[in-house]
């Protein structure tokens, strides 16, 4: 899977035996928001996939408004009720210290990066 329409990139990256790395790079908001839902369902789908864990991989991630973070919980929620696990990585610092005001650092965990991630998935 690899989508670039308006101003957000969607590629998967499958880990050898691990999560599947979900890099997402420009801007998540009102208009590429469903983008991304879509993305995160059609792994959850894939035979496999979904058990293996989802990372979203934020470092280059440049923006972010209130329904993409609504994406982003919803992703994680979706993921955790399929019985797969979902982790937030490499935040740029202005996405993280966003993510740290509305609270969502307490809902999300977060890797401060993608091979972090990817361990503390594929160990867990």
């Known amino acids: 899977m690899n989508e670039t329409e308006g101003t957000l990139a969607i590629s998967a990256h499958p880990s050898p035996g691990g999560p599947v790395v979900l890099r997402l790079a420009g801007e998540l908001d009102h208009h590429t928001g469903a983008r991304l839902g879509r993305a995160v369902e059609d792994l959850l789908r894939s035979p496999g996939a979904g058990d293996v864990g989802i990372v979203a991989d934020l470092s280059r991630l440049h923006y972010c408004d209130s329904t993409g973070i609504t994406t982003i919980i919803t992703a994680h929620d979706r993921a955790r009720a ?20 509305t609270g969502l650092d307490q809902i999300l965990t977060f890797h401060p990066s993608v091979e972090d991630a990817v361990e503390a998935l594929s160990s867990g």
């Open 82 to 101: 399929t019985g797969s696990s979902f982790c937030v990585a490499a935040p740029s610092p202005a996405i993280g210290q966003l993510f740290r005001m």
